[in-house]
């Protein structure tokens, strides 16, 4: 979990915790966030996601839509991301590299 946590804590640091993910850039950036874990095998769900998401300040509403695009992603839905950056792989490269040294 210490992967996880690292790595919602980078998403919510760059997000503001009153607008959750309602802008399409902020969105795009948990999608590939949480498609890259996913894709480097880390396990997630509803409940990891909406946790994390508290416990980073944000408020139920928006830790919820996080939790529930989490529990999409996490069964292999397809998700479209509008804004695609690389933003999710550049951002769990570092916390991979730490957890394996």
Not at 2 to 29: F, N, Y
Request: aromatic content about 4%.
């Amino acid at each position: 979990m210490p992967i996880l946590t690292k790595a919602i804590e980078a998403l919510c640091s760059s997000i503001s915790p009153k607008a959750g993910i309602s802008r399409p850039s902020d969105e795009s950036r948990a999608i590939e966030l949480l498609e890259a874990l996913r894709n480097s095998s880390i396990s997630f769900d509803y409940d990891d996601i909406y946790s994390l998401a508290i416990a980073n300040r944000w408020s139920p509403r928006h830790a919820v839509e996080l939790a529930e695009l989490a529990d999409l992603i996490s069964s292999g839905e397809r998700v479209i991301a509008e804004q695609r950056s690389g933003w999710g792989e550049k951002t769990l490269a570092p916390i991979l590299s730490a957890h394996q040294s």
